[in-house]
């Protein structure tokens, strides 16, 4: 379901940063696993980034890592994606999503878009070089 407001995308040169929010309710948040994905023309939906709801442990995608960090305010209901050094293959519409794992969910589930119940409509990221 589309419940998730994601902001903070546009355009940024090749090296430079963005940080994208995500807002939602108390009802898509609490006690809640986040992450985003994001989706480039002609491709495929690909993992970017996860936390578990109390935010003991977050997951990142081997393209990402070193260099994006995801965080969540649960007081706002917000989600974050920091982005640094971003490079033209970074370009793509990024979204939200949220849902509910089990204590025995590990990064399978954490990195797959289907496990979770809720999401956004998407923020555009674009890079030039």
């Known amino acids: 379901q589309v419940q998730l407001v994601e902001s903070g995308g546009g355009l940024v040169q090749a090296g430079g940063s963005l940080r994208l929010s995500c807002a939602g309710s108390?009802?898509?948040?609490?006690?809640?696993?986040m992450a985003w994905f994001r989706q480039a023309p002609a491709k495929e939906r690909e993992f970017v980034a996860a936390?578990?709801?109390?935010?003991?442990?977050?997951y990142y995608g081997h393209s990402v890592k070193g260099r994006f960090t995801i965080s969540r305010d649960s007081a706002k209901n917000a989600v974050y994606l920091r982005m640094n050094n971003l490079e033209p293959e970074d370009a793509a519409v990024y979204y939200c999503e949220s849902g509910a794992m089990s204590p025995f969910d590990g990064s399978v589930s954490y990195t797959t878009a289907t496990k979770y119940a809720y999401w956004g409509q998407g923020t555009r990221v674009t890079v030039s070089s």
């Open positions: 936390m578990r709801w109390d935010g003991s442990t977050t």
């Open positions: 108390e009802r898509t948040f609490a006690r809640h696993a």
